[in-house]
């Protein structure tokens, strides 16, 4: 197991794209079902999936060079989260809004990024664009889950996931059609981290879409990691750069 998850080899690098594969997949099934109702399927599909995540969880214990530094890790936590909450599926609708935590599994990730960089032209390319999407969607899906479960059967206005899903994005886009609010203190207190928070993800994401494209290499002389494509000498400090072309495409 510590090969497989610490390793540098082929195989661990399989593994490794394997284990995103099955995060992308978990994450789809996870906000797809909070649009459907709960049936007999849903269910057992929710208790085969945290099975699944508790045998992942386990095997990646086994394989930590150091446990207790797992343990501190928030994605852990959120991973048990989502465990207790899938598992409990036939028992209990209370937590249901944690399965949304399995979203942060998508930050431990972030482990694969220099096999990616390594691996793909396209992530290199498009790295920052894509960790910026990463980051709103979790944001996104998370606060969504915490409007659900804090208005539902108390606002009008939140019948089901659609409708919180709708006001997070009015409110973190500060667009406020008014239609629904949340009210009381609390409720006021969840807009005002919806709309700060989310809109520095959204500007962040923005700034990455409309700033020039760069590329990450660096500078022999004072280590500057970010520069222009077609960069020839440093902007730093002019030293002549010798970044390597992956020719056209």
């Known amino acids: 197991m510590r090969h497989l998850y610490c390793g540098r080899s082929a195989n661990s690098r399989l593994f490794l794209y394997a284990l995103l594969v099955f995060d992308l997949v978990s994450l789809l099934f996870i906000i797809g079902t909070s649009f459907l109702p709960r049936s007999e399927l849903v269910r057992g599909l929710d208790v085969t999936f945290g099975i699944a995540f508790l045998i992942e969880l386990i095997l990646r214990m086994a394989g930590s060079r150091r446990v207790s530094r797992e343990l501190l890790s928030i ?12 598992l409990a599926a036939t028992a209990s609708e209370a937590a249901g809004f944690l399965r949304v935590l399995r979203t942060f599994r998508l930050l431990r ?19 920052e664009l894509l960790i910026a999407i990463i980051n709103l969607s979790v944001f996104v899906f998370i606060m969504t889950g915490v409007v659900y479960e804090t208005q539902r ?5 939140i019948k089901n996931y659609a409708d919180a ?22 409720g ?12 520095t993800l ?3 994401l923005a700034k990455v879409l409309f700033s020039p494209s760069k590329v990450r290499f660096s500078c022999p002389s004072c280590g500057l ?3 222009d494509i077609d960069a020839v000498h440093c902007k730093a400090c002019g030293t002549v750069l010798n970044i390597p072309d992956e020719g056209a495409v």
């Open 202 to 204: 959204f500007l962040n």
């Open 188 to 199: 006021r207190m969840i807009t005002v981290v919806i709309m700060i928070f989310g809109v």
């Open 75 to 86: 994605t852990t936590w959120t991973d048990v989260a989502a465990i207790v909450s899938l």
């Open 109 to 127: 990730t972030y482990r694969v990024v220099q096999f990616l960089r390594e691996d793909s032209v396209f992530f290199r390319r498009n790295e």
């Open 153 to 157: 059967g108390v606002n009008p206005g």
């Open 165 to 186: 899903l709708y006001f997070t994005i009015t409110a973190l886009t500060t667009t406020g059609f008014g239609d629904i609010t949340l009210p009381g203190t609390p």
């Open 225 to 227: 990691l970010r520069h």
